[in-house]
């Protein structure tokens, strides 16, 4: 296993600790597709599921899901910071998905996020996402229906900026 980047752990979890993410995180939009919004018992499986690693922030503020993952193919990453702080973690944030693309020899990762949100998608082309496509009313956003954008992040992008 290679060493997480200074400033992140692995998430320990036991049941207590997923019930609070659970009460955390329940009513971030992107987290979750419309399919298992409000499925917390889905939330908790997924958590557990051999295929998703979190990061967190040494200072709690912060989280990095990393799912579906396929060892030597592909991933998907969703990042979660509880005091809205996303430029002072872009370094820790590069250096997790560094990490993720070494440990799990990964050729690529995505996200979605929604279209509305025009500073994380800011942050994510930082990170170095590039916007691949929409998904058109893709979920519920304040009782209308509202686009997702589709990110990827491949692997010689992460390992050529981080030389």
């Not at 609070?20 to 995180?25: F, H, I, K, N």
């Not at 399919?35 to 295929?51: A, M, S």
Request: zero cysteines; a neutral charge; hydrophobic letters at 45%.
């Amino acid at each position: 296993m290679i060493e997480i980047p200074a400033g992140l752990h692995l998430l320990e979890l036991t049941l207590d600790r997923a019930e609070g993410l659970w009460t955390s995180v329940k009513d971030y939009d992107r987290l979750f597709s419309d399919g298992t919004r409000g499925d917390k018992e889905g939330f908790i499986r997924n958590l557990f599921n051999q295929r998703t690693v979190v990061l967190e922030t040494d200072d709690y503020q912060g989280l990095l899901f990393l799912s579906r993952i396929i060892e030597g193919l592909k991933g998907e990453v969703h990042a979660v910071m509880f005091d809205h702080k996303l430029t002072p973690r872009t370094a820790l944030v590069r250096q997790a998905l560094t990490w993720a693309f070494l440990e799990f020899d990964l050729h690529r990762l995505s996200t979605s996020i929604p279209a509305v949100a025009r500073m994380l998608k800011t942050w994510m082309q930082t990170l170095g996402f590039k916007i691949e496509g929409f998904l058109r009313n893709d979920f519920w956003y304040r009782g209308a229906l509202a686009n997702s954008l589709i990110m990827g992040l491949l692997r010689e992008e992460v390992l050529n900026a981080a030389r």
